[in-house]
Each structure stands twice: as structure tokens, then as C-alpha cells.
């Protein structure tokens, strides 16, 4: 009985060593055929026949994962190429990703080197392209889905994402314009940038070199002087306002008004935000509440003219002219050339010429009470005269000018109204 046993047990060894072998056997067959494969792709790729490479990479599919580090990576390199000569780029760029985070996570790079530059090079490639489609060629559609490949392909660029969405509206293709937005808005993007400021010397102006090395070189040279880094405002107001007024075009009021009330309540005293909800209710013909958020504003910016320029028109939109004429000389006493909002003073106090004109025409027969009327209707001229003669001095147009010709007529300041009037016939 214990020989039997030991019989058995040998035959049980026996029977192991040749499975143990023939499992060796095949491995080294599958290594030997990868080799070979991969060396197949090769070629096929030197000879640009990419369509054969990826034919080729297919049947490996199967088998690399659990390949030699040599191999995957090999396969990794030469697939990433191949997808990149039948510009099916983000599959080429995930290639070449795998290739990048298994290089570093083995410690060994073999193609790593050589692979970025070709996707460096073809991530450059499709941003310049999507660019001359937006400057050159007018195409915004296809600017849109070029810049868009270049963040997929570059995911830390989000200012693709951005570009893309701003062709996308200019094509009005709202649909993708709205997806671009809402992921910046996921993503967290703000659009800040560091920017490299100095002032010229020979204009006196502050300048945005661009970079800290070459604004360094400039002020060594002598041309720029004070260097100083600026951080330019951000862009999330920007993002949000505009995928609420895609939302607002595409009739969805409701989603909208949600959507920049969600961006307000985690930026509460962001002023951009406040402003372009502001907009919003403009674009929704909501001006009680536009007036309200201006105050807000003011609130939080009370240097700011544009601010109380806008509660004018506010103001003045609903009747309420004198507040809307205090709003306007804050904005002045802030920004004393403020031409607007001196054109719009003395369009507020010209408005007061209907009430007198309809009680003239009620009085074509009563010669005193007309009289009194008419020269209530010079007194108003008169008041909006010099607010009038101010908008055109700081900021000259033939609006500002047809309006003083008419005035210094109604006036009967013959000199000055030819003099308005040759001006004018010289501007058309």
C-alpha cells in the first residue's frame, strides 16, 4: 500500500512538469508573436500605410495588458502614431496618456521622449488651424470643434474650452455653446491671468508685455520703466451671464434666472455677477429689478459712474426724471467728461417740451396762454442747452450736432445754428 502510494505521487509529478513546460512554451510563442506584430506596425507606419498599423495593433488588443513593460509601451507609442495619421486625434492623445502614466508609474521611460513632441506638435497643429478658421476664414462653427479638440487634447488649456464656446455663439449654434460654458463653469475656470505690466517710456502708458522674462529685458533696455504683476479680471461672470442668455433665447427664462442665482449665492458680492444679472433683467425687460441690483452695486462700488449712469436710465425710463438727472450729475461729479450722461440730461429736460406742445395745440386760439407756453418751451431749450453743448465737446457726433443746429434755431442764435448747420452737411 505505501509503494501504490508513492507511485501515485510520482505520476502526479510526472504529469505536472510537461503542463509547466508547455505553459513556458506558449508564453514565449505570444511574446515572440507580439514582437512581431509590434514590428509589423512598425513598417506599416514608416510607409504611412496607418490604417494597416491599426489592422495590425488590433489583434493585440487582446494580449498586451498582460504583456512585457517593453512591449505595452511599444504598442502604447505605435498606436498613438498610427491614430494620429487617420486624424483620429483624442483616441491618439489617450494612446499616448497611457503610454505617459505607465512610463512613469514603471520608472522607465523608452518612448515617453519622443511621443510628446509628436503630440506637442499636433495639439499645435489643431490650435493654429482653429484659429485661422475664427481670424481668417470667418468659420466659426468649425473654429468651435477645433478649439474644443485642442482642450481634449490638452485638458490643462482650458482657455480652449473658452474659445470654443465664444465660436460656437458667433456661429449661433447655442446648443454647443451652452455645453462649452457649463463645463468651464464645472470645471471651476475663472480666466484670471497673471499679467506682466510696465509702463513705456515713450508713451506713458502702461503696457502688457506678456511675460515676465521679456518685461524684465524691456525694462533692462531702458523702453519701459515701474514693472509691476497684475492679476486680469476674471471671466466666470462672463460665463455664467452668457449661458443664461443662451437659456433666455432658447425661451428657457426660468433655467436662466436659476442659473445666474446660483452663481450669486456662492458669489454674493462678486460685482461682475451682479452686473450681468443686472443685464439679464435688462434683456428681459425687468427694470425694477435691474434698479435694484444697480443699487446693490453701488453698494459695493460707490466710486463707480457707470453705476449711477445706469440708475439714470433706470430713473428715466420710469418717469422719475429728477431722480434720474441726480443720478446722472453723480455719475459726472465722478467722471467729468462723462459725455453720455451729459447727451442724457439734456435729453430728459428736452422731454419736458411735450407736456408744453400738447397744451400749445389745446390753446391754438387763447394768444396768452400760448405765448406763456412758448416761452416756457424756449426756457426748457435753454436749460438743456449747455448739457447739450458739453456731450458735444467731449464727444463730438452728428447726433450731438443736428441736436445743438435744432436748438440754437429754436433759439434764434442765427450764427451759431448756420455755423451747427455747415458742420453737420460737412459730416454726412
Request: glycine share 4%; hydrophobic share 35%; no cysteine.
Amino acid at each position: 500500500m505505501k509503494i501504490k502510494n508513492t507511485i501515485t505521487i510520482t505520476k502526479t509529478i510526472k504529469m505536472k512538469k510537461p503542463v509547466l513546460a508547455l505553459s513556458l512554451g506558449l508564453m514565449t510563442l505570444v511574446a515572440f508573436g507580439q514582437k512581431k506584430e509590434l514590428k509589423s506596425m512598425e513598417k506599416a507606419i514608416d510607409k504611412n500605410d496607418f490604417n494597416g498599423a491599426l489592422t495590425i495593433g488590433s489583434s493585440l488588443k487582446t494580449s498586451i495588458e498582460s504583456a512585457d513593460d517593453k512591449y505595452k509601451t511599444k504598442y502604447y507609442f505605435l498606436t498613438g502614431q498610427a491614430l494620429i495619421g487617420v486624424k483620429k486625434y483624442e483616441e491618439a492623445s489617450a494612446s499616448f496618456n497611457q503610454l505617459f502614466d505607465y512610463e512613469k508609474k514603471i520608472g522607465k521611460e523608452r518612448y515617453t521622449s519622443e511621443a510628446r513632441p509628436i503630440l506637442e506638435k499636433t495639439v499645435q497643429g489643431i490650435s493654429e488651424k482653429a484659429i485661422e478658421y475664427y481670424n481668417k476664414d470667418k468659420n466659426y462653427k468649425e473654429a468651435a470643434k477645433y478649439f474644443y479638440l485642442t482642450y481634449k487634447l490638452s485638458p490643462t488649456d482650458t482657455v480652449f474650452t473658452y474659445n470654443a464656446a465664444v465660436s460656437a455663439t458667433q456661429a449661433n449654434d447655442y446648443d454647443s455653446a451652452l455645453k462649452y460654458y457649463q463645463e468651464l463653469r464645472d470645471v471651476g475656470y475663472t480666466g484670471k491671468e497673471k499679467m506682466y505690466m510696465a509702463t513705456n517710456k515713450a508713451t506713458g502708458k502702461e503696457e502688457n508685455i506678456g511675460s515676465k522674462t521679456q518685461r524684465d529685458l524691456m525694462v533692462k533696455a531702458g523702453t519701459h520703466i515701474k514693472p509691476v504683476d497684475k492679476t486680469s479680471e476674471g471671466k466666470l461672470g462672463t460665463i455664467v451671464k452668457n449661458i443664461a442668455l443662451i437659456l433666455k433665447e432658447q425661451g428657457k427664462t426660468d433655467e436662466a434666472i436659476q442659473a445666474m442665482s446660483e452663481a450669486r449665492k456662492s458669489n454674493p458680492k462678486d460685482l461682475s455677477l451682479i452686473l450681468h444679472e443686472a443685464e439679464l433683467y435688462v434683456s428681459l425687460k425687468k427694470m425694477d429689478k435691474f434698479g435694484e441690483l444697480m443699487s446693490e452695486a453701488i453698494s459695493l462700488d460707490p466710486k463707480n459712474p457707470v453705476l449711477y449712469y445706469n440708475l439714470g436710465v433706470v430713473n428715466s425710463n420710469q418717469g422719475r426724471d429728477k431722480e434720474a438727472i441726480e443720478y446722472y450729475k453723480k455719475a459726472i461729479e465722478l467722471k467729468p467728461d462723462y459725455a453720455d450722461a451729459y447727451m442724457n440730461i439734456s435729453a430728459v429736460i428736452l422731454a419736458k417740451e411735450k407736456a408744453i406742445v400738447e397744451e400749445m395745440n389745446k390753446n391754438l386760439s387763447n394768444f396768452k396762454k400760448y405765448d406763456e407756453l412758448a416761452l416756457q418751451q424756449k426756457e426748457v431749450y435753454r436749460e438743456a442747452l449747455p448739457y447739450l453743448e458739453k456731450a458735444d465737446s467731449l464727444n463730438r457726433s452728428a447726433d450731438t450736432v443736428k441736436s445743438l443746429m435744432s436748438l440754437y434755431e429754436l433759439l434764434e442764435m442765427g450764427a451759431k445754428a448756420k455755423e451747427y448747420k455747415d458742420l453737420y452737411k460737412s459730416m454726412q
